[in-house]
């Protein structure tokens, strides 16, 4: 994987973009009449009609989500997962690429959304023991283990002591991620061993849904702080 300064993500956008933007008028228009929204993101499934998304959504986000819960995206694209954060009392959308965070700015305009542009592994602006939940589908499959781990070192002081994180990383034990050249080289037993190493405590690891990569939920281990 190529380091931050890569433009992979500014690609993915702006290939998003041009198959959005080709008969894009009737494809919107039907997408429309259909009840679905037209953003960035969807190319890679839509959590409405997708079944192993939608297993994500119901069981790795709505239930973390609600009115007095402070939440983190990293990586929100045009809000294919914010959609369903909407309900929360706060959503800081994390981003390195601000064009996308603008994305996300112009398909979604609700008040409790602060956009944080940062330098790809840190969080300005966000207090200390603020967050109830993080939540990052999308982003970590691209990302190489040591920005992972920086990541890592710098979300755990923003979690309250009951805070929760969920984040989906490449998994190079199934082909398909293999066979992905904008993956990072990541399996389950790298990313146990990383998060272990920050004193999380791994709540639940799911190595099934999807086919390319998986997911993992990690809190702060309150014995060592």
Do not use: C
């Amino acid at each position: 994987m190529p380091d931050l300064n890569t433009n992979i993500h500014l690609d993915m956008f702006a290939a998003g973009k041009r198959k959005r933007s080709f008969a894009a008028r009737l494809k919107k228009a039907i997408m429309v009449l259909r009840g679905k929204d037209d953003i960035y993101g969807l190319e890679w499934g839509d959590p409405e009609t997708n079944p192993p998304l939608q297993y994500v959504r119901d069981h790795f986000l709505l239930p973390y989500i609600s009115a007095d819960k402070t939440v983190v995206e990293i990586g929100p694209g045009g809000g294919r997962w914010t959609r369903y954060m909407l309900s929360a009392k706060r959503i800081y959308a994390v981003d390195y690429h601000p064009e996308i965070l603008n994305e996300l700015k112009a398909n979604i305009t609700t008040t409790n959304i602060v956009p944080v542009t940062n330098s790809g592994d840190d969080f300005p602006s966000i207090p200390e023991g603020s967050i109830d939940f993080l939540f990052s589908f999308g982003t970590f499959v691209h990302l190489d283990l040591d920005i992972i781990d920086r990541y890592l070192k710098n979300i755990k002081p923003l979690l309250k002591a009951e805070g929760e994180v969920v984040i989906q990383y490449a998994d190079f034990t199934k082909p398909l991620a293999q066979t992905n050249e904008g993956f990072s080289n990541n399996d389950p037993d790298k990313m146990r061993q990383l998060v272990k190493s920050h004193g999380y405590v791994i709540k639940e690891e799911d190595v099934k849904t999807m086919w390319h990569s998986s997911i993992i939920r990690f809190g702060r281990d309150h014995l060592v702080g």
